[in-house]
C-alpha cells in the first residue's frame, strides 16, 4: 500500500501563521491628534518669540557708528538737546540744487530723528517730484524755488538753514575749471544752532566789558570766537560800567577779556554786587604779566590770589634763524597745560585734554580757608606739570638769562584756569541759584591766532560759557572733514587678490557642491 499523499495541517499552526495583528485605530488617531498638537504649539511659540523679539527692537532702539571717523555720531550737546524736547519740530529738507551735502543734511537729521524718540520728524522734498507740495511749502514759509535750506518748524516758530552754512568749500581747483569740493561738513553744528534758538524761551546775553583796552566782541581779533559763541544761540554785547548804575537785568553773563588797564572802584562795586547779590555769572581772562591790582584784591577777598607772573620752563622751542625755521634750548614761555579729569562737571568732553595757551599766561592760587569762609567751591580747569615755574621778574630781554629763583618764583605744578562757585548745596538734586565765575591767566588764546594754535581753547571757552548760564548739557560741536578714501595695492596684493577671486573661492563653492552631491548619492 503506497502512503497517502494527503497531508494533515496543524489547526494551531495555520492560525497563528494566518492571523496578523492588527494596529488599533484608536491609538492611530491619539498620535495624529498629538502631532497636530505639537506643530500647532511650536508654530504659536515661534510667533510669540518673533512678536516679542519686535516688541524689544522697537521700544529699546540702539545704533552703533562704525565709520572710519564717527561721520554720523552725534555730539553730546545734540543728543541732550534732542533728548530733552518736550514738543515736536519738524525738519523739511529742500535742497533742489545743492548735491554736494544733500545725502550727508539726509542721514544727519534721520538720526536726529532716532535720538529725539521721534519728537522731531524729517520730510524730504523733492520739487522735481512733488511740485505740488513744493509750491505750499514755498507760499507757507516764504522762501524761493532756488534756495537750498531745511525749516525747521517749532510751535509755529521757523528758523531756516542755508546749505551755505553747512559746508566749508574748497575752491582751490577753481583755476584749473573744477567744481568746488566739500572741505568739512558742518551740518550738526549749523543745525543744532538753530534747533536751540527756536526752542529756548529766552536768548541768552553775555556782555563784554569795555573800557580798558578790552577787544570788543564785534572786532575783527575775536571774530572767530564770536562767529562760535553766536551758533551757541548766544548774544554778545559791549557793556562799560561807567556808564550804567548796575549790570542790565537781561545779562546772563559778563565776560572780561585781555583789560590792558585796571578797573576802577566804582565797577569793581557794581561787578562785585552783581556777582555776590545777584548770582551773577562772570568769565575774567587776564593776560600774563598783567598790573590789575584792584582786580587782584578784589578776587583775593574771595580767597582767589592772582599771581601777577609769567609761566615758563626751559626747553626746546622752534625758532627762525636767517629765515629758516631750527630748535634750540632757551626759556619757554608758551604754556601747556592739561584739563583734569575732575573738571568734566565744568568742560564735559574737553576735560582730559592738553591745552596750549597762546602768548603769556600768569598762575592763580586759591586760599582753601578763605574761600571756605565766603561759601566758594573752586575747581581747577587747567594745570601745568611740576617743571612750570611763575616768573615773577620776566621780561622779553632778560628772557633767555631766566632763572627760576625759589625765593621769588612760584614752583610748579601751576594751576592757570579755576571754576568758583558761591552759594548752593553739594547734593545735585536739589537746585539752588548760585553765582558762578571762571578765571583764566590769559587772553590770547581766545584771539584768532591763539585758538588756530590750539583748537581745545575753542571747546574750553564755550563748554565753560554755557556751564556759566546753566547749559551745563550743552558741549561744542566741531565740524568734520570730508575723508578721501584709496586704496592703494601693488603687483603682488593684485595677484592674490585674483587668485581668491578667480581660484580659491570658485574651488570651495565647487567642493561644497561635491559633498552636497555625494551624500544625496549615498
Not at 575774567?284 to 615758563?312: E, F, M, N, R
Request: net charge neutral; with cysteine.
Amino acid at each position: 500500500m503506497e502512503p497517502s499523499n494527503d497531508h494533515s495541517s496543524d489547526p494551531k499552526k495555520d492560525s497563528s501563521q494566518n492571523t496578523a495583528p492588527a494596529a488599533p485605530s484608536r491609538a492611530r488617531s491619539v498620535n495624529r491628534l498629538a502631532i497636530g498638537f505639537n506643530v500647532l504649539t511650536q508654530i504659536v511659540l515661534f510667533t510669540a518669540i518673533i512678536m516679542m523679539v519686535n516688541y524689544v527692537n522697537f521700544r529699546h532702539f540702539k545704533r552703533w557708528d562704525f565709520s572710519r571717523n564717527q561721520k554720523y555720531a552725534l555730539a553730546p550737546l545734540t543728543k541732550n538737546l534732542l533728548s530733552g524736547l518736550k514738543k515736536p519740530v519738524k525738519a523739511v529738507v529742500f535742497f533742489p540744487s545743492f548735491q554736494a551735502i544733500a545725502q550727508d543734511v539726509s542721514a544727519l537729521l534721520r538720526e536726529y530723528e532716532y535720538a529725539s524718540d521721534k519728537m522731531l520728524t524729517v520730510e524730504l522734498v523733492d520739487p522735481y517730484r512733488n511740485l505740488l507740495r513744493a509750491k505750499e511749502l514755498s507760499e507757507k514759509y516764504k522762501f524761493g524755488s532756488s534756495d537750498n535750506i531745511v525749516i525747521l518748524d517749532y510751535e509755529g516758530k521757523s528758523k531756516f538753514v542755508n546749505a551755505a552754512d553747512m559746508a566749508e568749500m574748497d575752491n582751490s581747483g577753481a583755476m584749473f575749471g573744477q567744481s568746488p569740493s566739500v572741505r568739512a561738513f558742518k551740518g550738526e553744528e549749523a543745525l543744532t544752532s538753530a534747533l536751540l534758538e527756536i526752542t529756548e524761551e529766552k536768548q541768552s546775553k553775555v556782555y563784554f566789558l569795555g573800557g580798558h583796552g578790552e577787544p570788543a566782541p564785534n572786532s575783527e581779533e575775536l571774530s572767530a570766537l564770536k562767529g562760535f559763541i553766536d551758533r551757541q544761540n548766544i548774544k554778545l554785547d559791549s557793556l562799560n560800567l561807567n556808564n550804567v548804575d548796575s549790570v542790565p537785568e537781561d545779562a546772563s553773563a559778563v565776560a572780561l577779556i585781555g583789560p590792558k588797564g585796571d578797573l576802577s572802584e566804582r565797577e569793581l562795586k557794581l561787578l562785585a554786587d552783581y556777582w555776590t547779590e545777584r548770582n551773577g555769572r562772570l568769565f575774567l581772562a587776564l593776560p600774563g604779566s598783567s598790573k590789575t591790582p584792584k582786580i587782584a584784591a578784589w578776587l583775593a577777598s574771595l580767597g582767589v590770589s592772582l599771581h601777577q607772573d609769567v609761566v615758563v620752563k626751559t626747553g626746546t622751542m622752534l625758532v627762525l634763524q636767517g629765515g629758516q625755521p631750527t630748535i634750540r634750548n632757551g626759556i619757554v614761555s608758551t604754556a601747556v597745560g592739561f584739563t583734569p579729569p575732575a573738571a568734566k562737571n565744568v568742560l564735559k568732553d574737553a576735560a582730559g585734554f592738553d591745552m596750549q595757551l597762546a602768548g603769556l599766561t600768569q598762575s592763580l592760587a586759591v586760599d582753601s580757608a578763605k574761600a571756605a569762609g565766603e561759601k566758594i567751591r573752586q575747581e581747577p580747569l587747567i594745570t601745568t606739570t611740576p617743571d612750570y615755574w611763575g616768573e615773577t621778574e620776566y621780561s622779553l630781554t632778560a628772557q633767555p638769562q631766566a632763572v627760576k629763583d625759589p625765593e621769588k618764583d612760584h614752583a610748579g605744578p601751576l594751576t592757570l584756569a579755576l571754576a568758583l562757585e558761591r552759594g548752593g548745596i553739594q547734593d545735585p538734586r536739589v537746585k539752588v541759584e548760585t553765582g558762578r565765575m571762571v578765571l583764566v591767566g590769559n587772553s590770547a588764546f581766545l584771539s584768532n591766532e591763539g585758538l588756530r594754535v590750539s583748537e581745545t581753547g575753542l571747546d574750553f571757552v564755550i563748554n565753560s560759557i554755557n556751564w556759566l548760564i546753566n547749559r551745563e548739557q550743552l558741549a561744542g560741536i566741531p565740524p568734520k572733514a570730508k575723508q578721501a578714501v584709496s586704496l592703494s595695492l601693488n603687483e603682488d596684493q593684485m595677484g592674490r587678490i585674483a587668485l581668491s577671486v578667480m581660484g580659491i573661492i570658485p574651488c570651495i563653492a565647487a567642493l561644497i557642491g561635491a559633498l552636497v552631491w555625494w551624500r544625496r548619492r549615498n
